[in-house]
């Protein structure tokens, strides 16, 4: 069996973002994987949820649905998932910082503290949600000084301020870390052992 026929539906799987981290993720398990942006507003998304007091859990799914379905609608004969990912540590949701002085700030909050990321997907096929899936990781971060903090961002590129958390645990960020529990998938922001469950759910899968 070849990894091309893994995959049973006719067309690749649509990925409701253009996230180059999650399609290598899919491609990595042998499947054909196309994307497209969702468009979702994000952020409007978040504020809309602090009304209604969504945990972080249920706030990753509410933004996973909003991307798969705002594709679905636009390729209804589709096969789309939507995915996404909350940083949360105690009480506070962390989002991506805007520059440095935002980065330094986060960093410090997160310091010798255990916070969670937790992942959702949505599986969408005509306008409706025909699966859902998640996991959880828990990172605790060393103790991080001012010296330590600014070393830090010295060493890694510009494009990690757009990390949630500003780190990335497959590059320097892991640095950072004391211990770190979960699938590295989940990590990554899409769990691909509980997605994989899905799609055979679903018959998507040879086996």
């Known amino acids: 069996m070849t990894m091309a026929s ?3 539906e006719k067309r690749p799987l649509l990925l409701a973002s253009t996230s180059a981290t999650r399609r290598a993720l899919i491609e990595s398990a042998g499947l054909p994987v196309e994307t497209q942006r969702s468009g979702v507003d994000e952020r409007a998304v978040e504020n809309a949820a602090q009304t209604t007091n969504l945990s972080p859990l249920a ?3 509410r933004l996973a ?3 798969a379905l705002a594709v679905s609608r636009r390729a209804p004969d589709r096969l789309v998932l939507g995915g996404d990912q909350i940083l949360a540590c105690g009480e506070t949701v962390f989002h991506k910082a ?5 980065a330094r700030r986060q960093l410090a909050e997160l310091s010798g503290r255990t916070h969670a990321l937790h992942a959702a997907g949505i599986l969408a096929r005509g306008g409706e949600v025909v699966a859902r899936f998640d996991a959880s990781a828990h990172l605790t971060m060393r103790v991080l000084d001012e010296r330590a903090i600014e ?6 590129p510009p494009g990690v301020l757009q990390s949630v958390g500003i780190y990335q645990v497959e590059d320097v960020g892991i640095h950072l870390f ?5 699938d590295h998938s989940t990590i990554l922001g899409l769990p691909l052992l509980p997605l994989l469950a899905a799609l055979r759910r679903l018959g998507c899968l040879a086996f």
């Open 59 to 61: 706030l990753a799914y």
């Open 178 to 182: 004391e211990t770190i529990e979960g």
């Open 65 to 67: 649905e909003e991307k």
């Open 151 to 156: 070393t830090y961002l010295d060493c890694v």
């Open 6 to 8: 893994l995959w049973i």
């Open 98 to 102: 805007d520059n440095r002085a935002g």
